[in-house]
């Protein structure tokens, strides 16, 4: 499969601890993003990374939300002592500029399944 | 900053009717791109449909139509002929001037047979 994987599919934990969500782009993607989709709401930017620059953690949320991307490909988002309101979908996407002068955002995201998060 | 508003939280269209989702935009770039993604139940996101905003002619693929008005800041989609498939969330997206796209709320879409 070619696609964009997030595992795990369900995450249920109790408040304060911490999860690991993970995503696998698509190979050659050099873009990727984390996005919260909360009920009702649209996409929430959390995270960005490009190539071996320094990710963009601008949406981040709190100090709680961290991530890394190894190698160019594979991304981790640990949330620390998770809260109720962590509850979410977290989605990854990932996507390639195209073009001397194009932006990734430009072009067509590629969505993972995501992970839903539910914080007792 | 850019904003993208979808003012219709839910929509519902008989089976092989005509339906359209409302999206209106507001960036301060000359260049940008509008989407509109779809994310049916416990499915992943895809795109149906782009539009560059420098490009007068509207987006068609296949049922997917966009009306594109820039004066108005405007991107609506038209879905003809619905199926049953198409049942969904509908989210509007916009990219200009930088690597971060803005999305809409969502439009909840129910095709009714």
């Known amino acids: 499969g070619a696609g964009v994987s997030q595992s795990p599919s369900n995450k249920v934990t109790e408040k304060g601890k911490d999860v690991e969500l993970r995503c696998d782009p698509i190979?050659?993607?050099?873009?990727l993003y984390w996005y919260r989709q909360s009920l009702g709401q649209g996409l929430e930017f959390l995270i960005y990374f490009q190539g071996n620059s320094a990710p963009d953690k601008s949406g981040l949320p709190s100090d709680r939300f961290s991530a890394e991307r190894t190698g160019g490909s594979v991304s981790t988002l640990t949330i620390q002592r998770t809260q109720q309101e962590d509850s979410a979908v977290y989605l990854c996407a990932s996507s390639i500029p195209k073009g001397l002068a194009a932006l990734p955002s430009y072009n067509e995201q590629f969505f993972g399944p995501g992970t839903r998060l539910t914080v007792l | 900053a850019q904003t993208v508003t979808q003012s219709q939280p839910e929509m519902s269209v008989q089976e092989a009717e005509t339906v359209t989702l409302s999206c209106t935009y507001d960036t301060s770039e000359n260049n940008y791109y509008l989407f509109w993604y779809k994310q049916p139940p416990s499915r992943q996101m895809i795109l149906v449909i782009r539009q560059e905003a420098y490009k007068q002619q509207n987006a068609t693929e296949n049922r997917f139509s966009v009306n594109f008005q820039k004066a108005a800041k405007s991107f609506s989609l038209k879905i003809s002929d619905s199926q049953l498939g198409d049942t969904a969330m509908y989210f509007c997206?916009?990219?200009?001037?930088?690597?971060?796209?803005?999305f809409g709320r969502g439009t909840s879409l129910i095709v009714h047979p």
């Open positions: 997206a916009l990219s200009g001037g930088s690597y971060i796209p803005t």
């Open positions: 190979s050659g993607h050099t873009a």
